[in-house]
């Protein structure tokens, strides 16, 4: 198994607060869908030994509106999720843009405290944090960023002992229909 360097965090960039998989279909199975029309594939062997439904989705990890995890590929297995980083990296994505709820962000501190005990080497950062230093000053400023992935900076929620800011967190609300 490759080494784990990196643990990237992303967001979907869909609505705050929107459920993507409405009835049948998981937040996973609609991110691979998508990752197929982007012309993702995950190889053969993969496929066979871990989540044989999903043969596209680039993340490891997709975080549901409720706190519920759900796996994409496996550990290990390289992702397609961040440009010049998929080797050796880990890539989780919350559903919503910048704004997640108290569960979201519940699951996502317990996964990250989960996968460093793993991976003690592996370092955490936010998709934009890993977007090129143009002005080649060893620091990746706001301007520089490609993208706002995942829509909060992900050195300063650790910093802040893995509390986010209000600005950050929105109430959750169950989807019609789910039992509470
Ligand atoms: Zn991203």
Redesign the pocket.
Known sequence: MPPIKKI?I??AATSNGEWLGKTTDSDAVIIDQWHKARGFARRKHNIRQFNPDLKHIGYHFVIGLDGRVATGRAIGEQGA??KGHNKHSL?I?LIGTDAFTREQWAALTELIHRLSRQYPDAVLCG??DLSPDIDGDGTVEPHEWT?I??GFDVGEWVDNDFAPWPEHVIPFYAMPGMSE
């Open positions: 990237v992303h967001c999720h961040v890539g994505c998709h934009r993208k992935c995942p």
